[in-house]
């Protein structure tokens, strides 16, 4: 299965930010959109998870066009997002922030509580489970990040710059993970600025 884009352009008023963007990610791949900040990495992340429209051009899911679909539809067929800006629910623990998720999967109340626990051994959280989001590190928050992102199980996962505002080893970590994804067949779209 893949996830690509064709010839995506976003104008706001007379400026064009993205000019005619064609990625494509295969599932248990890793594609990077490098570049400066301002250059329409998150744009185009944005046009392709579902939280804007382009002007021109179009997202497809194998031959399937989800340029019309909203964010749910396409969480739905299997694409999860990862925003750069902390996303944790600050007042909710580690393990609700995940279970928040879980509780909109069709498994059954077993099955989420199996998916949990899997989840935060596999992130290394089960030390923070009951912390509130707003007391976790960088590298701690990232994580729970990405377990959430995980619990709907996604054919594919969009990571926009998660190595901001975390520690070295945090990234390394993350890069770790990254990896794992990859050999779990998650195709894999992550955007860097520091090129």
Do not use: C, W
């Amino acid at each position: 299965m893949k996830l690509h884009t064709s010839n995506l352009i976003k104008r706001y008023k007379k400026r064009t930010v993205v000019n005619n963007v064609s990625v494509e990610v295969n599932q248990g791949e890793i594609v990077g959109l490098l570049g400066p900040n301002g250059a329409g990495k998150t744009t185009t992340f944005y046009m392709t998870v579902g939280l804007i429209r382009p002007n021109e051009g179009d997202v497809f899911l194998d031959d399937l066009n989800i340029t019309r679909l909203p964010m749910y539809k396409r969480a739905q067929l299997g694409i999860g997002y990862l925003a750069q800006e902390a996303s944790v629910f600050r007042k909710l623990s580690v393990e609700d922030n995940i279970r928040a998720v879980l509780e909109l999967t069709k498994l059954n109340k077993d099955e989420q509580k199996k998916r949990l626990e899997n989840l935060l051994n596999e992130f290394s959280l089960q030390h923070v489970r009951t912390n509130r989001g707003d007391l976790l590190s960088g590298g701690e928050r990232r994580r729970t990040e990405i377990a959430r992102a995980l619990a709907s199980d996604p054919k594919f996962i969009l990571l926009d710059e998660p190595f901001a505002g975390v520690d070295p080893i945090a990234v390394e970590d993350i890069q770790s993970i990254v990896a794992k994804l990859k050999d779990k067949n998650i195709g894999i779209l992550i955007t860097d600025h520091n090129v």
